[in-house]
C-alpha cells in the first residue's frame, strides 16, 4: 500500500533510489539481528556444555628449585601466569572516570585543557547543563548504579570460590627464596632458586665489555639535558612541534632489567629483557624510528609470516637447496659508529664533510644538521641506565635493549650488508634470499658450498658472526612457518610450526575474562593455519591439532568446532565476495573502557548502547570489557620504581603551620614537585635543578616530613 503510494507521490528515479536505500537499510538491520542470535545461540551453546572435571592434561610447570612445591601449590600455578581470577575488589574510582569520560563526549563536552597542569590553581571551571543534558546523566547514573549492585554479588561470590587459591599464590609471592617467572621460549611457569637467579644475573652483568656500574642516577639530568636540546632543535627548525611532543620525556624513570629462563638450553642460562618504557629517551627512539623507517627499504626484507608464505609458494626453485642464517647477539654486537655513519651518509648525502671537526657554531647549514642528527642517535641508541638488585647500571657497548630504535638500526644495518654482499651471494650460488630482522631463509643451488657463503657474510665487519642450519628430510623450519618441498607437485608445502619449547598453553577455560578473549585464541590460530597451510590434507591436520590444544586448555569441543567452522565461512567469503566499501557516512568511533565482571558486563554494555544509540545516533560507541590483571602481577621479578621518581601521582604536603594540606596530581616525577613547593636541598642527594620557589600554594610554609604519595 505505501509503495503505491510512494509512486505516485514522486518521480520514478526517485522512487528506485528511496527503494534501493530502504533495500540496503532492511538488510543491514536483518543481517545485525541474525549475527546477534547466532553469537547469543553460540555462547548458551559454550555455556550449556557439560564437561567432565578431568585431571589437567597439560602441565607448564617447571621446577629447578630445591623447593617442593606441594600438590595445592602445583595446582594453584597449573594454569599459566597469564590466567585471570576476580578481582577482590572493585576499582571504583577508575569505573567512575570511565563513566564520565563516556558521558563527557555523549554530550560533546571537552576541556580546553589537554593537560590537568596547563590549569591555574584559582581557574573555576563552571558547568551549565541543559536539562536535555542532565537527563542523559540520570540515564547513566542509573544504568551505572544498577550495574554496581550486580557486579558487587558477582564478585563476591567468584572471590569466595578462589579464596583458597589466592591465599596459595600470595604465599608463593612471599616467598624470598624462590623466583617463579615464565621462560624465555613459549607460555609455561618457571620456579628458580632466587640465589641462582642472582648469580646468573650477576654473571651478566659482570661483563664490564657491555655495562659498568653507576654511583649516581642521571634520570633527573639526563631528562633535563634532553628537553633543553629538544626546545633548542625547534627553535631552529630542525624539528617539527610533532616531533617535538613525541620525543619530550615527562615523568622519566630508569630501565629495569630482569631475566628469563631458556628452559631449552643446558643449566637453564638467563636471557636478560629491559623493560625501558617510560625512559628518558624511549619517546625520542620513537621519533627517530619514523625518521629512518625508508631506510628500512629493502626487495630481501618479509613483512610477517603471512608475506613469507605468498612470497615462499611463488618461488620457482623448489628443486634448491634450503637453508636458514641467524646472527648471534644481533643487537648487542651492531657496530654503532659504523651504522651511525651510513645512517648520517643516507640522510645526508650532500654533506661535503669539510667542518666536520669545527664547532657546531661555524659549521654550515648541512654539517649542523648532521651534527644534530648525529647527536639525537647517540643518546636514542646508547644513553641506557637501569636497575638491577637497587643497583644502577649503565649499558655502554651496543645498541641498548629495549630501545625503540633497535630493530631499526640493526635492519639498516643489515640491508647495507645484502646490498653490498648480494652479488658476491649469488655468484657463489644463492638464488633467493627472504630476510626477518636477523633471522634469514635462503634458497641456494644443490653444490654450492655453504662454507663459502658463511666467510662472505662473516669477514663483512668483526662484529657481527652468522650460524646456520640446512634442511633435514626435504623440511626446514623459519619463524613460524615449516616449508617442505613437496612430492606431488613443483611447489614447496607450507604448514605451521611450532618449537619444542611450545606448551600449548591458552588462556584457560576457566580463566575470568571476557569470552571473546577464549575466542580470540582459538580463532587467531584458524586465521594463521587457512593463511600458512598450502595443502588441504595439511590444513586438516592443523585443525586437529587446534582441537587438542583447546582441549588441553579445557574448552568445549563444540566450541572449538563453531570457530574453525565461522573462520572457515569467513575465508571462503572474503575469496568470493569484493572488498569494496559500502558509500555511506562514516560514524565517528568512541572506546569506552568497562570492567569485566561477568553477566553484569553484558548489561552495563547494553544499557550504554541503548543510550548512546538514543541520543547520538551519529556516535559509533566500542565498548571493550577489562579483565582484573593477570596472575603474573603478582609474581614481579622487576626492580620497583623509586619513590622520588615515580610519576603520574596524587601527592599531598602538610602545612607546618596549620592544619591545612595541599594536594596535587602530577605526570612528572614526585621529586620535582616537592622541589618546586620549596623542599630543602637536604632532602635531596642530588641537584639536577634549581627549586624556583620556597613555598606551597597561597604562600603556606611546607612541612617536608609528611609527604603522601599515591600513584
Known sequence: MLDEELKQIVSGIIYVRLRSIAEIIVNRKTESIEIGHRNKIIGLRADKCNRVPTQPMLDPVTNLSIYNLTYDEHTALINGLNHVYPST??????????????????????????????????????????????????????????????ADSELKRTVMQNRKTFGILRSLAKNKDIIITRPDKGRGVVVMDRSDYMQKMNAILDDRSYFSLIDDDPTLVNENRLIHLLLDLKREGFISDSEYSLARPTGSRPARIYGLPKLHKQDCPLRPVMSATKTVSYGLGKMLTNCLNHLRTSRYVIKDTFDFVKKIRASE???????SFDVKSLFTNVPLTYTIDLILDKMYPSCSLVCKSKQKSRLCAKCRKRRDFETLLKIAISETHFIFDKKMYVQHNGVAMGAPLAPVIADIFLSHLEETLMDRLVKSGVCEWFRYVDDTFILIEPNTNINDLLNILNTFHPSISFTHEVERDGSLSFLDVCVTRSLTSQKLDTTIYRKPTYTGLLIKWDSFVPLSYKKACIV?????????CSTYALLSQEFQTIREIGQKNDYPSSFIDTRIGIGLGNYLKKLTTSNEAVAGCAKQRMYV????????SKMLKNKLSRISIKHRPDLEVCFFERPSPPVQIIFNVKDPIPKHLQANIIYSIQCSNCGDAYVGKTERQGIRRLWENGAPISLFSQ??????????????????QNQQEKE
Do not use: W
Not at 317 to 323: A, T
Not at 524 to 532: D, E, G, N, P
Open 317 to 323: 626453485h623448489m628443486e634448491k637447496r634450503m637453508v
Open 593 to 600: 573502557e568497562i570492567p569485566y565482571t561477568g553477566t553484569s
Open 524 to 532: 587467531s590460530m584458524v586465521q594463521r593455519a587457512l593463511a600458512v
Open 89 to 150: 575488589r572493585f576499582d571504583q574510582s577508575k569505573f567512575i572516570c570511565n563513566i564520565e569520560y563516556f558521558y563527557s563526549r555523549l554530550i560533546n563536552f571537552r576541556t580546553s585543557y589537554r593537560h590537568y597542569e596547563s590549569k591555574h590553581a584559582s581557574e573555576i571551571v563552571r558547568h551549565e547543563l541543559t536539562s536535555l543534558q542532565l537527563g542523559v546523566a540520570a540515564e547513566v547514573r542509573e544504568a551505572a548504579n544498577s550495574y554496581r549492585k550486580v
Open 687 to 704: 641537584k639536577p635543578f634549581l627549586p624556583s620557589e620556597h613555598t606551597g600554594p597561597h604562600d603556606h610554609p611546607i612541612q617536608h
